[in-house]
């Protein structure tokens, strides 16, 4: 069964970076990409990025100069780094795993981040 | 970057009757396109991929069409647990897009 599970800190100061953890399992990063994905509260959804099965990466241009996504197959993780964090940035953080390339399944629950001082 | 425009915002509808969502891309999206519901306090669940295959245990009810430009999601008998906000999203071209969400209710 895939799942995915986000984990991180819920309040960040402004100008500060965030480091968010997604831990999968039910299969292998090295056979699925994973996107991230974010959502302000009451709003939409933007596409962020992902990370491939070959560990390449795709990012949203409107996010690149400020977004790293890495992972760690042996833990099974994929971690998302934003810096420069501004009250915009608040959002819930989803990750998900890629399905036929341009779609997701599997979201995880997500992790509401605060950008406040 | 694509645009993805969804219509309506919201709509009520009663049980059982016959509910139609629309997404218009701003190009040629070729069928890429997903549809995902997404329940409050929940994360989104993809129920249509390739704008009309309906994903694995996703009730028959819905179903995906459309080309081009101009999709829609049907559900063909409203169920109280269909209440959520739908979304579309194009997979053709990255950044990957979505609509702004239509909000479902039970009238």
């Known amino acids: 069964q895939v799942q995915l599970k986000e984990s991180g800190p819920g309040l960040v100061q402004p100008s500060e970076t965030l480091s968010l953890t997604c831990t999968v399992s039910?299969?292998?990063?090295?056979?699925?990409?994973v996107n991230w994905v974010r959502q302000p509260p009451g709003k939409g959804l933007e596409w962020m990025g992902t990370?491939?099965?070959?560990?390449?990466?795709d990012y949203n241009s409107a996010l690149k100069s400020r977004l790293s996504i890495s992972r760690d197959t042996s833990k099974s993780q994929v971690f998302l780094k934003m810096n420069s964090l501004q009250t915009e940035d608040t959002a819930i953080y989803l990750c998900?795993?890629?399905?036929?390339?341009?779609?997701?399944?599997?979201w995880g629950q997500g992790v509401m981040v605060t950008v406040s001082s | 970057d694509i645009q993805m425009t969804q219509s309506p915002a919201s709509l009520s509808a009663s049980l059982g009757e016959t509910v139609t969502i629309q997404c218009r891309a701003s190009?040629?999206?070729?069928?890429?396109l997903a549809w995902y519901q997404q329940k409050p306090g929940k994360s989104p669940q993809l129920l249509i991929y390739?704008?009309?295959s309906l994903q694995d245990g996703v009730p028959s009810r819905f179903s995906g069409s459309g080309s081009g430009t101009q999709y829609s999601l049907k559900i063909s008998s409203m169920q109280t647990e269909d209440e959520g906000v739908y979304f579309c999203?194009?997979?053709?071209?990255?950044?990957?897009?979505f609509g702004s969400g239509t909000k479902l209710e039970i009238k």
């Open positions: 998900a795993r890629e399905f036929y390339g341009g779609y997701s399944v599997g």
């Open positions: 039910g299969f292998s990063l090295t056979s699925y990409g």
């Open positions: 990370i491939w099965n070959d560990g390449s990466t």
């Open positions: 190009e040629d999206i070729y069928s890429g």
């Open positions: 390739g704008a009309s």
């Open positions: 999203q194009q997979g053709l071209k990255y950044p990957l897009t």
